[in-house]
């Protein structure tokens, strides 16, 4: 049992020094006092699972992994309240995003039938205007 106001010390210094596996004493009870806060972990990993995908589409986008020491190093300057808003705002973005580009590309798919339509008209009305030309109006 660790005391509650220098918990976080412990766990950083065991977490970043050693591999250990830790056992839930309230597994028999199911009394979860850190639910919220592993539901909270839960979402921000599935944004940052959707943004990570996301970021794999753009072409010259870099995504920097696995630099583990550089994290640890600064990991006194993360608050995870922070770090909760960066990512709901960035998920915020990319939706917004998602959905202007698909009705931009709805604008311009619409557009471009347009244009094959005016075409197509403007090809149709020259070729009877030339059939008429071409025989006389009144035999």
Do not use: W
């Not at 770090?83 to 619409?110: H, P, S, V, W």
Request: glycine share 2%; net charge neutral.
């Amino acid at each position: 049992v660790l005391p509650t106001d220098r918990a976080r010390q412990f766990i950083d210094i065991i977490g970043s020094g050693t591999k250990m596996q830790f056992e839930d004493m309230n597994a028999r009870e199911m009394h979860r006092p850190y639910k919220k806060n592993v539901q909270r972990l839960d979402e921000m990993e599935r944004v940052i699972r959707f943004l990570m995908e996301e970021l794999a589409k753009v072409p010259q986008a870099e995504i920097i992994k696995n630099n583990v020491d550089s994290f640890l190093q600064h990991s006194d300057q993360y608050k995870l309240e922070d770090i909760e808003a960066n990512l709901k705002k960035m998920y915020r973005d990319f939706t917004e995003f998602k959905e202007n580009n698909a009705q931009l590309t709805g604008r311009c798919n619409a557009a471009l039938e347009e244009s094959f339509v005016v075409k197509t008209a403007l090809a149709s009305m020259a070729q009877v205007v030339s059939t008429r030309k071409a025989r006389p109006l009144r035999e």
